[in-house]
Structure formats: structure tokens, C-alpha cells
């Protein structure tokens, strides 16, 4: 569909396929006649648009719903240029529009499938999150409260003592585990994530993941060795 305007960003053109589409008349159409069958919630933007542009001589693209000869409204695809006269001045705009209704109710369509899509998921989410906070809690609590008894009914330095503080530091690492879970909902949901800087034994925590690892490949030898950097100026 081609129309065109002059200086006046009236429109003075429209060929046979935008009258066939609209199933008005030229005469109809002719100056702003054409803006009658644009659907009253794109009008405002629409003509802003257009005159924004006409008026600093620049090319334009939109997407307005433009009724049909049916009377049924449809997306339409429209791009308009400046164009000139045979001595390079100025005489108005030239432009074809496109019927992309199936295209842009498929995106509609595709948005609002997203859009439920990602509504299940963070339902999903929060169902999880209450798993985590609550169901994974009280298990937790249960195993540190036995591992806790096992310290206290071994000896210092047996092997029962060694699993019992293994269990507790596990029980540990999961707990930090679930609090980061909820952390990251209580970002996801714009609260922040909150940041408590601490002094960390890097030693110690190394020693801690070795143990681990020592009991469960019990056939492997594992060793580590640290070397203790202090910053400039540190005795």
C-alpha cells in the first residue's frame, strides 16, 4: 500500500491497493481522511510520529492498526522517506505499509505464553524455597543434634569424633547453602542480598573440605599445602 504527502504533510496520493484495503474512496482519504481509519488508541502516536519526523525530514517506521474495508482492525507495517523534487529541494514524503497482523498477534501470543511460562516457573520457585527454608531445616537440625551427642559420648581423638565433626561441618555447609537460596529470592523479589564481611580461617576451611574428601575416596591420599601471604606493612 503507497501513499505520499506534501509540503504541507497533508496527503495528496494513495494507490488502488490502500483503497481496496480501506475501501474508501481517494477523495476520502485525501489530506488527513486517512487518519480516520486508524483505531483510536494508536491515533495520538501515530500522527506524533508522522508529523515528528516530516517536520525534521528524517525517515520513519511504526506499527499502527488500520481498518480494514471489513471493518476488522488490522497491525500494519508502515515506512515513510523524504523525498525530492528535480532540484533537490524538499517536497514531502512517500511511503508503503504491509499488513503484519498474523506476525504481530504471534508475538502477542508468544509474549503472553512467556509470560505464563514464567509465572509457573516463579510459582515453581517459591514452592521450592519453602522446601528449602522449612522441610530441609528441621532434618538438618535433627542430624546436628546427633552429630553433637557423638561428640560428646566419644573420645577426643577417635575416629568417632572424626565422622561426628565431618557430619557437623556437612550440616553446616548446607545450611549456608539454604541461607544463599534465600538470599537470592529475597534479590530476585528487589529486598537486596545482605553482606556480613567476617574473618575466615582459609586454612582451616581447606582442612575441612580435605576431610571430606578423605572420606569418601578413602583409597586416595590427599594433601595440601598453604603458604601464608600477609599484606604489605603486616608483621
Known amino acids: 500500500m503507497i501513499w505520499r504527502s506534501g509540503l504541507d504533510a497533508l496527503c495528496d496520493y494513495f494507490n488502488e491497493t490502500w483503497l481496496a484495503f480501506t475501501g474508501r474512496t481517494l477523495e476520502q482519504e485525501m489530506g488527513d481522511g486517512w487518519a480516520e481509519g486508524v483505531h483510536p488508541d494508536d491515533l495520538e502516536r501515530c500522527v506524533a510520529h508522522y508529523l515528528d519526523h516530516f517536520h525534521r525530514q528524517e525517515p520513519f517506521e511504526m506499527e499502527y492498526r488500520l481498518r480494514r474495508h471489513d471493518g476488522v482492525y488490522r497491525w500494519i507495517f508502515d515506512r515513510g522517506v523524504p523525498f525530492t523534487d528535480d532540484t533537490e529541494a ?34 515453581f520457585e517459591k514452592w521450592i524455597l519453602t522446601i528449602v527454608s522449612h522441610d530441609i531445616r528441621d532434618p538438618l537440625g535433627t542430624i546436628l543434634l546427633a552429630a553433637r551427642r557423638l561428640q560428646d559420648i566419644s573420645e577426643p581423638l577417635g575416629p568417632e569424633r ?68 600477609l599484606p604489605c606493612g603486616c608483621a
Not at 90 to 118: K, M, P
Not at 180 to 192: H, M, N, Q, V
Request: aromatic share 2%; charged share 30%.
Open 90 to 123: 524538499f517536497a514531502g514524503f512517500i511511503g508503503s505499509c504491509i499488513d503484519v497482523d498474523e506476525r504481530r498477534r504471534a508475538q502477542e501470543a508468544q509474549q503472553h505464553h512467556n509470560q505464563e511460562q514464567l509465572a509457573v516457573a516463579r510459582d
Open 162 to 229: 572424626k565422622h561426628a565433626d565431618i557430619v557437623e561441618r556437612g550440616v553446616h555447609r548446607i545450611q549456608h547453602i539454604v541461607e544463599d537460596l534465600l538470599d537470592l529470592a529475597r534479590e530476585r523479589e528487589g529486598a537486596g542480598i545482605p553482606i556480613d564481611p567476617k574473618p575466615m580461617d582459609m586454612r582451616g576451611a581447606c582442612r575441612q573440605i580435605i576431610d571430606e574428601l578423605e572420606a569418601i575416596a578413602q583409597d586416595r591420599q590427599i594433601t595440601s599445602t598453604a603458604r601464608l601471604i
